[in-house]
């Protein structure tokens, strides 16, 4: 295989976040993401600290959202939000901008609104993902093209202290011409140009239709280091099941994931 199985896992952000989540959802979520040894849940801010009792010593972090989905919180909001998921056992916080401020160029409120953000996560000792939602950014914004848009916000989420940049949330649902809503989350074509638009110091994670084995190893191969998915068993299964017919010397056929569609 080309990369390990806890290299694969290490990069899975287990995603507790549907809208119809119970505590019993929460508590299955938790144990399988302990049994499968990811490298976080990453769930709603109610939730947090019973997700911190769950995953005390398994060595799973706790991630949680704020201003999500939509990001339409006011800043001192996302800011006391991120306080009390700290407190709560959270270590890793997935914060949302603030789209309709990004697309009308005033730069300055969303890189206050990111700052204030990682400043809180920081000094309570947490990491921040800076969720872009690249399904809203295809027609580009504030004069700026798509892709120089979310040039921008790269070197925005860099210069606020971000720890990692995020394609979407999974749940940024775009009507389409037919009166229906979906959404790509991520793709190749973003996933390359985020991680060509920050430096090292800054990762990159992908969310939203990463559903197999396949998607999760392109992730990386772009140089993604996290991936939001609610496949983890059936990708992580997938592994194990391609390593041992590896190790019996059989050969091994792929998944047909969404990489050919630009999407995963």
């Known amino acids: 295989m080309k990369y390990t199985y806890d290299e694969l896992a290490q990069m899975i952000d287990h995603s507790l976040l549907h809208p119809t989540m119970t505590d019993q959802d929460l508590e299955?979520?938790?144990?399988?993401a302990a049994k499968y040894r990811v490298a976080s849940v990453c769930i709603k801010p109610y939730a947090a600290k019973r997700a911190a009792e769950l995953l005390q010593g398994t060595g799973v972090k706790v991630g949680c959202v704020i201003?999500?989905?939509?990001?339409?919180?006011c800043t001192?909001?996302?800011?006391?939000?991120?306080?009390?998921?700290?407190r709560d056992g959270a270590v890793e916080i997935d914060m949302v901008i603030n789209h309709g401020k990004a697309l009308g160029g005033d730069w300055s409120y969303v890189e206050g609104d990111i700052k204030a953000v990682c400043d809180e996560a920081h000094q309570r000792g947490a990491k921040v993902k800076?969720?872009?939602e690249n399904d809203y950014l295809t027609k580009g914004g504030a004069g700026l093209s798509s892709d120089d848009f979310k040039r921008q916000l790269c070197q925005i989420c860099e210069r606020s202290g971000a720890d990692w940049v995020k394609t979407s949330t999974g749940y940024g649902f775009v009507k389409q011409a037919d009166g229906s809503y979906n959404y790509k989350g991520a793709t190749e074509h973003d996933l390359a140009l985020m991680r060509a638009s920050c430096s090292p110091k800054v990762q990159v994670k992908a969310a939203g239709g990463v559903r197999d084995l396949d998607g999760?190893?392109?992730?990386?191969d772009l140089g993604g280091s996290r991936c939001?998915?609610?496949?983890?068993?059936?990708?992580?299964?997938?592994?194990r099941r391609r390593e041992a017919a590896e190790n019996a010397g059989q050969s091994v056929g792929t998944q047909s994931g969404a990489i050919g569609?630009?999407?995963y």
């Open 28 to 32: 299955d979520g938790c144990k399988l």
């Open 67 to 73: 201003g999500f989905p939509h990001g339409n919180s």
């Open 76 to 86: 001192e909001s996302k800011r006391y939000e991120t306080e009390l998921a700290c």
């Open 130 to 132: 800076v969720i872009f």
């Open 216 to 220: 999760l190893i392109r992730v990386r």
């Open 228 to 239: 939001g998915a609610t496949a983890t068993a059936a990708m992580l299964d997938e592994f």
């Open 261 to 263: 569609s630009g999407g």
